[in-house]
C-alpha cells in the first residue's frame, strides 16, 4: 500500500498506527469503493474486514414475517461488529448490510487481521470496546421498542436525522422511517399526520420540514 493510503487509514482508525510499516507493505490490504444499494447477505462467509473509510452502511434485520429492524449504521471510522463476531467466530454473518451511500472501504484479509489481533495491543482493545459499544446500541434499541410509545420514538429519529441541517429540511419517505423504527409503515404515517396537524411538522412528497423542534424534543423527554 502507498504510503499516503496508510496514513489515512491510520487517521480514522488510530489502533492500526501499531502495525510496522514492513507488515503494511505485506499485507494484501486494499481500498476499494461500493456503489449504493449493493448487499452483503445473511449467512454470508467473510474472508475479508473491511472498515469504513467514507460513506454510509445500514446493517438490519428481517424477521420471519418480513419486517426489517435497522440495527445500527456504519460510517466513517466503522466496522461492523457483527461482521467482526462472524470472522473472529468462522461463522455466517448474522445480519444483512446495505450500502446507503457510495461507500469507501479498506479491506484486509481476515486470516492476518486474526493475527494483528493476538499480536498487537491496540487492535484487541479496540474490538472488545467495539463489542461493547453495539451491545449496548442494540440493548437502548430494544429498550426502546419495547417500553417507548412510537410517537417519542419517531420524534427521536427526526431529530437526530435533522442535525447537521441548516433549514430542517429532510429528504426522506414513511417507508424509510418505518424500517428505521422497525414498524408498519402506515403507523409512521399516522403518526406524522399527528404531528403536522399539531404544527409541528410539514409534510410534501418525500420531504419533511420541522416547524418546532422544540415540540419534538418534549415529547422525546417526557416519554
Known amino acids: 500500500m502507498k504510503k499516503e493510503q496508510i496514513e489515512m487509514i491510520n487517521n480514522k482508525f488510530p489502533f492500526f498506527r501499531e502495525i510496522p510499516i514492513h507488515e503494511w507493505k505485506d499485507s494484501s490490504g486494499f481500498i476499494t469503493t461500493l456503489p449504493v444499494r449493493q448487499m452483503i447477505e445473511e449467512g454470508y462467509i467473510f474472508k475479508h474486514v473491511s472498515f469504513v473509510l467514507n460513506g454510509c452502511i445500514r446493517v438490519y434485520k428481517i424477521s420471519p414475517s418480513g419486517k426489517e429492524l435497522t440495527l445500527y449504521r456504519l460510517r466513517s471510522g ?110 409512521v404515517s399516522r403518526t406524522l399526520k399527528d404531528f403536522e396537524r399539531n404544527g409541528w411538522i410539514k409534510q410534501e412528497r418525500g420531504k419533511i420540514f420541522i416547524n418546532q423542534k422544540e415540540k419534538l424534543q418534549e415529547l422525546v423527554e417526557v416519554m
Open 78 to 187: 466503522d466496522t461492523c461488529v457483527v461482521m467482526l463476531a462472524s470472522i473472529l467466530g468462522e461463522t455466517g454473518y448474522e445480519a444483512i448490510a446495505e450500502i446507503e451511500n457510495e461507500t469507501e472501504l479498506f479491506v484486509l484479509p481476515a486470516q492476518l487481521f486474526r493475527e494483528w489481533s493476538h499480536r498487537y495491543r491496540e487492535i484487541n482493545t479496540y474490538i472488545h470496546r467495539l463489542f461493547i459499544k453495539r451491545i449496548t446500541t442494540v440493548a437502548n434499541l430494544i429498550e426502546d421498542i419495547t417500553f417507548k410509545p412510537l410517537n417519542s420514538r419517531l420524534a427521536d429519529l427526526l431529530l437526530q436525522k435533522s442535525n447537521g441541517t441548516s433549514d430542517n429540511l429532510l429528504y426522506i419517505t414513511h417507508q424509510s422511517l418505518s424500517i428505521d423504527l422497525g414498524t408498519a409503515r402506515e403507523v
